[in-house]
């Protein structure tokens, strides 16, 4: 079906009161057998699915509005609307619908019937027969028709038939009349009732009262009614701050006439909904559900007039980027622009992309970018909003754009840092912009939202340009704060700003396997970051302690190994000590950072704990995580003396160790233990995200996969020695082990040294003084 008289998007009223889009299709009315009435069909332009098939009901009620919407209710709090592209198309099926209810097409309104008891339906009869009568509208008899509109309103059939006759009667203008008069000889109490009159008139909730009460020459009079309420000492002021305060700027010139029109009808209706009408919690859920409808269809109306103007967004976008325009101008421009994509918002989703993608084409990011940097707060402000927007709703939009800068733009200039500066320059005592701003860069960087992305090499190449071009930027302050061995700068704002840097760092560790922990690694990130553990503000001290928790809870032996070699845990236990025991969050964490390890039972960071810290913790007795991190090394401990007693003599070990070796570079028909398999997805998971530089990181994977092997398989006495060829396998007679460390962390403590051995392998012989001296020694 191609007539587009009959093209329609359908809508249904959700939960929160906001409507949904359902899609676009064409509609027709038939019979249906199945239904055993006739229907109305709306089928999807795309597919042709069906979208709806609602029988028209003899007692439904169905509401035309501003000539091009049809609105009805199906059930309880189910509202549909089909908004139709063209007026002969809404009028054809509205005759449609009024013929099967046997109605007269000229009314607005069908009928409106609820279930109700036995004796409301008794009265609903008797009022049938006998119309609503209206009052003579005089300032005597304005208590008289405030009473009987306020009874009208708990009968739905009588509100209808109030609404007709305020309709026929032309009995709203009537009463702006004596709003005048009353104003006029200031007689208030009139006023009074004319609030209580157009209150109750709103809660009629009638499409074709709203299009009276909102036309231009009448809006500014119904809200000069609603400002006097009875209950206020004084009269509020709308109609002023809506003429003289609320100033209507015109970034570019509207030449369309009806643009202008209902851009002004929106935003007082809107300010009379928001501000002038008392707050909606006093009234019965659904009472406003058409006024909020008015303003939907409106906004929609206006996104869609301003994007079929070929020239507007054009010439806006030349005058946004134009160096020569100044900034009071840019301001109003980019104000604009944030209104146009809050109203964007009700648009459906394939519409909303279709908005987003012009922009886009416009140059909106390349704009951004001069705009997020002016002094100005409304200006910043205001384009932060916008860049919010762009990407809640298509962040690969931006990533893409951001990709497209490394080869021709300078750092200091791209849109990722830029957005970084700000966030960091943010002068706001609360930090609104800069908590925005983290917000943007937190859907950016989560790579759940890459997963859908059509590109698929996204993931990688995004993330590897923030990490080469911009997180140098975003660690700059923290690195120049924490140069000693306390915090430089302790003022509140720029603890503040620390915070929502290590919130961020924090997110990156979670979700970032390679390319943070190469930072933090090269960088030597989290020692400097455990400064801060020093700072007198206990939330900065929190945001630390919680960033090394999310390093811990990755049980990755690499950080591990970087922790216990930095003896990183000094400043933890550091601030546990000066707390000195006290209950409070601070404690709590400490203590459940701990417990983590006691529970996970990571051996490297437990003995590191009980052998460096074991005798200052060990009084600490309000809780037992200590005392069982103690037993827990204690347990490790017989087990690795247990493991050396059983493993025999040493030229067993020495004969075991080659085939091992062997083993693992032929990779033999076999299935791999955990630690292996473990290592090899690791090895894979790094190949795909970024391969190594230096033949010497392969080395460090290599021989560290040869260590863990060799201790699960053998026994823990047994280290490799890396000379200038391949690997040699010594041997030593069996020592306990009360410290796991890596390939490259290496002590000078004696009483770590082997006892003299003689090697099976080496095909020489020496001192055992000479091989100690020779060969570095394997955890």
Same mark, same amino acid.
């Given at each position: 079906m191609t007539d587009t008289r009959r093209r329609v998007k359908l809508y249904a009223l959700n939960a929160d009161r906001q409507w949904d889009d359902r899609g676009t299709g064409h509609v027709s009315s038939c019979y249906v057998d199945?239904?055993?009435g006739t229907s109305l069909l709306v089928r999807a332009e795309s597919d042709g699915t069906l979208l709806l098939e609602s029988k028209i009901q003899p007692d439904t009620a169905y509401q035309k509005q501003q000539d091009t919407l049809i609105v009805w209710s199906e059930g309880d709090n189910f509202d549909l609307a089909l908004s139709f592209q063209e007026k002969a198309g809404c009028d054809e099926i509205w005759e449609k619908i009024c013929q099967v209810q046997g109605k007269d097409p000229s009314v607005e309104i069908t009928q409106d019937i609820v279930e109700e008891s036995e004796d409301e339906r008794y009265d609903e009869m008797s009022d049938s027969v006998q119309p609503v009568e209206l009052p003579a509208c005089e300032m005597g008899r304005l208590e008289d028709i405030s009473e009987l509109v306020n009874s009208c309103l708990v009968s739905p059939t009588r509100k209808d038939k109030l609404a007709a006759a305020l309709e026929?009667?032309?009995? =709203? $203008? $009537?009463?702006? #009349?004596?709003?005048?008069?009353? /104003? @006029?000889? /200031? #007689? =208030?109490e009139g006023l009074h009732h004319l609030y209580e009159i157009f209150k109750s008139i709103f809660l009629l909730n009638k499409n074709t009262l709203f299009e009276t009460m909102f036309a231009d020459d009448t809006i500014f009079d119904v809200v000069g009614c609603l400002e006097y309420d009875p209950s206020l000492p004084q009269p509020k002021k709308h109609r002023e701050y809506l003429r003289e305060l609320a100033k209507f700027r015109e970034a570019i010139p509207i030449k369309n006439k009806d643009l202008l029109a209902k851009i002004h009808q929106t935003y007082r209706v809107q300010y009379i909904q928001d501000i002038v009408l008392p707050t909606p919690t006093v009234f019965e859920d659904n009472l406003l559900s058409t006024l909020s409808s008015f303003i939907f269809f409106n906004k929609v109306e206006i996104v869609k007039l301003i994007e079929e103007d070929e020239r507007f967004l054009t010439d806006l976008f030349k005058l946004l980027m134009d160096s020569k325009t100044p900034d009071v101008k840019r301001r109003e421009l980019v104000l604009f622009l944030k209104e146009f994509c809050n109203f964007s918002q009700n648009l459906q989703p394939q519409d909303k992309d279709a908005f987003y993608k012009t922009l886009v084409s416009l140059g909106i990011l390349p704009a951004l970018e001069i705009t997020l940097s002016i002094d100005d707060q409304k200006t910043k402000t205001a384009s932060i909003d916008i860049l919010t927007y762009i990407v809640e709703f298509s962040p690969s939009v931006v990533r893409d754009y951001t990709l497209q800068q490394a080869n021709n733009t300078e750092e200091e200039q791209m849109l990722l840092n830029i957005v970084i500066e700000q966030m960091l320059r943010d002068r706001d005592p609360e930090l609104g912009g800069a908590v925005q701003l983290?917000?943007?860069l937190r859907i950016l960087l989560d790579p759940e939202s890459m997963l859908a992305s059509v590109n698929k090499s996204e993931k990688a190449d995004f993330l590897n340009f923030f990490y080469k071009h911009s997180i140098q930027t975003l660690i700059a302050p923290l690195l120049d704060n924490t140069t000693g061995e306390t915090p430089l700068k302790e003022d509140?704002? !720029? +603890?503040?700003?620390l915070g929502l840097v290590l919130e961020l760092l924090s997110f990156c560790v979670e979700h970032h396997t390679y390319h943070i922990k190469t930072c933090i690694l090269n960088k030597d990130l989290l020692r400097r970051i455990l400064v801060l553990m020093r700072s007198t503000h206990t939330f900065l001290v929190l945001g630390a302690l919680r960033f090394m928790r999310k390093i811990i809870a990755l049980k990755d032996e690499y950080y591990n190994r970087y922790i216990i070699k930095g003896n990183l845990f000094a400043p933890v236990i550091d601030a546990f000590l000066r707390n000195n025991g006290r209950y409070n969050l601070l404690d709590s964490a400490i203590l459940e950072l701990f417990e983590f390890i006691k529970l996970e039972d990571i051996k490297s960071l437990c003995s590191h704990v009980v052998e460096n810290y074991g005798k200052i913790l060990e009084d600490v007795e309000y809780v037992q995580t200590f005392k069982a991190l103690r037993t827990r090394y204690d347990q490790h401990q017989d087990k690795l003396k247990e493991r050396d007693r059983v493993s025999g003599s040493v030229g067993v070990s020495e004969a075991v160790v080659p085939s091992l070796l062997r083993s693992r570079y032929r990779r033999e028909a076999r299935q791999p233990d955990d630690e292996e398999e473990m290592w090899f997805n690791d090895e894979d998971e790094l190949? @795909? /995200?970024a391969p190594l530089d230096t033949a010497q990181t392969h080395a460090h994977h290599a021989l560290d996969a040869i260590g863990k092997i060799v201790e699960k398989k053998v &026994? %823990?006495?047994? !280290? !490799? /020695?890396?000379? #200038?060829? %391949? &690997?040699? +396998?010594?041997?030593a007679s069996p020592k306990p082990q009360t410290d796991v460390q890596g390939l490259v962390d290496y002590d000078g403590d004696s009483d770590e040294e082997e006892e003299s051995g003689t090697s099976g392998t080496s095909g020489t012989s020496g001192t055992n003084e000479e091989r100690e001296a020779k060969r570095p020694r394997l955890a």
């Open positions: 199945r239904l055993k026929t009667q032309h009995y =709203i $203008k $009537k009463l702006l #009349n004596l709003f005048h008069m009353c /104003e @006029d000889i /200031e #007689n =208030i983290m917000g943007v509140y704002h !720029t +603890v503040q700003l190949e @795909d /995200e &026994s %823990p006495s047994v !280290t !490799t /020695e890396v000379a #200038n060829g %391949p &690997s040699r +396998v010594l041997s």
